[in-house]
């Protein structure tokens, strides 16, 4: 069975609604939530994913996931068997529901591990490089996350999930990403209880210390609850989006490499391979002399100091 990926449908909207939201901001007092070259540059980098998606879609879709399928759910006596001994999934309504649980529990943890491994994070951080945040942002994906991304996900159709189902998954969790990146949706009540809302991925997108690295969840918010990842927004905290290390041009060559580069330059500053190594898949921030600490350090270091301070008063 084929199915055509929601994103075919979902492109054409993506600018239709970047410019409708371009358009009304400059009416609203939110006149400075797009800039004419970070928009250029989050289109630019948006189009070449765009393409790059395409052309390796028929190497993920087919290649990858399909051959995975293939060789843990042989056809036996004529029925599609997993080799664990269970009938491979069909396409009834429930299983559709169940595969995007799995998409989004996967999602989750490929979205944590682009900010907890450097070499993830170096092609990651594409998206998080703009300091504003706006449904054009939404678009600045960086090209290289494609390449690995497909391995957090072999896990799906190796258990009986067909892979075109998981593709479509696929699709309808990038366009709720994509919707998510607006300042003009407020707190949803009890919808916050269960999603992946539009005030909870500006904390993602925040470089302030006590919302970064949280709420890597796709639409739903309980995978950050349960492994210890989620925050909520704070109306008294202003937030500040980007990077703390943004790349220094609006040039999306520059954008798309500028923390390989950084990598490259820091592995330079130790001779033990220990070190060289833990610059590239380290969580970043790693340093071996503590000339930058990582978030996790950087909170210890003041939870201690606090602690110091009261057992003074």
Same mark, same amino acid.
């Given at each position: ?22 358009? =009304? ?24 994913? !765009?393409?790059?998606? !395409? ?13 995975? +399928? %293939?060789? /843990? ?20 309504? +429930? ?65 009986? /999930?067909?892979? %075109? ?8 969790? #990038? ?8 300042? =003009? ?6 919808? %916050? ?17 006590? =919302? ?36 220094? #041009? +609006? ?27 833990? =610059? ?34």
């Amino acid at each position: 069975m084929d199915f055509t990926n929601p994103l075919v449908y979902g492109t054409p909207c993506f600018l239709a609604l970047i410019l409708l939201e371009l358009s =009304y901001s400059k009416h609203t007092e939110k006149k400075d939530l797009y800039h004419w070259k970070d928009l250029f540059s989050s289109l630019s980098i948006g189009l070449g994913s !765009a393409i790059l998606a !395409a052309l390796l879609k028929t190497v993920t879709a087919i290649l990858v996931f399909t051959t995975v +399928y %293939e060789l /843990f759910n042989p056809i036996v006596d004529g029925v599609r068997t997993n080799i664990m001994g269970w009938q491979s999934f069909s396409y009834a309504w +429930y299983v559709w529901i169940l595969c995007q649980l799995a998409d989004d529990f996967s999602y989750y943890w490929f979205h944590r591990q682009n900010h907890m491994v450097r070499f993830f994070w170096a092609a990651h951080i594409v998206h998080h490089s703009s300091d504003n945040f706006n449904l054009g942002t939404a678009v600045r994906n960086g090209w290289f996350t494609l390449f690995y991304k497909p391995l957090f996900y072999l896990w799906i159709p190796a258990i009986g /999930f067909p892979p %075109e189902m998981l593709m479509v998954c696929l699709g309808i969790e #990038s366009l709720w990403q994509f919707q998510l990146h607006t300042k =003009y949706v407020p707190k949803l009540g009890f919808l %916050e209880k269960i999603f992946n809302t539009h005030t909870m991925h500006q904390v993602h997108h925040s470089k302030n210390l006590e =919302y970064m690295d949280k709420n890597h969840g796709g639409f739903l918010n309980c995978f950050d609850k349960m492994f210890g990842t989620w925050k909520e927004l704070d109306d008294n905290i202003e937030i500040e989006f980007g990077v703390t290390t943004p790349p220094d #041009s +609006y040039n999306v060559w520059n954008i798309l490499m500028h923390e390989y580069v950084n990598i490259w330059e820091d592995t330079k500053k130790s001779p033990k391979f220990k070190d060289k190594f833990m =610059y590239v898949f380290g969580p970043p921030g790693w340093s071996h002399d503590g000339s930058s600490k990582t978030v996790k350090q950087i909170r210890k270091e003041m939870r201690e100091q606090a602690i110091a301070v009261t057992d003074k008063i």
